[in-house]
């Protein structure tokens, strides 16, 4: 086996299980989000804007919301993250908040720091499985045509 083979199956692989894990710990993470408390909200900043470190489009939101009495600022819109498929989904998305806007906050009951508005997307993470599965079956194959060769 070439040191470019071994090299590319254990980048194959390693992606492929970093993958997995993020999607899997995600996955539960929405498991219990389910269950957690709602609370009134306010928006406080929706926007898209240029991220010239990441070379595209980005969204920034932002909100605060009271539990028990302490006074929290939330940027976690969505549990499974900032990624989208596509630009259009990405504007629709921070089209649904405008500042000034009431919204309910879902909260973790052990830690109210950690929030969201939206629990029902799962889309980034099925994103996550997808590469997980090519990137392990990408690296299956450059073992068989090792192999096989």
């Given at each position: 086996m070439s040191p470019k083979s071994l090299l590319a199956i254990c980048v194959g692989f390693g992606a492929g299980g970093w993958f997995a894990f993020q999607a899997a710990r995600r996955t539960?993470?929405?498991?219990?989000?389910?269950?957690?408390?709602?609370?009134?909200?306010?928006?406080?900043?929706?926007?898209?804007?240029?991220?010239?470190?990441?070379?595209?489009?980005?969204?920034?939101?932002?909100?605060?919301?009271?539990?028990?009495?302490?006074?929290?600022?939330?940027?976690?819109?969505?549990?499974?993250?900032?990624?989208f498929w596509g630009l259009k989904e990405q504007t629709a998305f921070v089209a649904r908040y405008a500042p000034g806007q009431e919204v309910e906050v879902f909260h973790d009951p052990a830690n109210p720091r950690i929030?969201?508005?939206?629990?029902?997307?799962?889309?980034?993470?099925?994103?996550?499985?997808?590469?997980?599965?090519?990137?392990?079956?990408?690296?299956?194959m450059l073992v068989w045509l090792d192999q096989a060769g």
């Open positions: 539960l993470a929405f498991n219990r989000a389910l269950w957690w408390p709602g609370v009134r909200g306010t928006i406080l900043e929706s926007v898209e804007y240029r991220d010239e470190v990441r070379n595209g489009r980005h969204f920034r939101v932002r909100y605060e919301y009271t539990v028990n009495g302490e006074r929290f600022i939330g940027s976690t819109p969505r549990l499974c993250g900032d990624w929030s969201c508005l939206d629990r029902t997307d799962r889309s980034g993470i099925s994103a996550m499985w997808i590469i997980a599965v090519g990137a392990t079956g990408l690296a299956a």
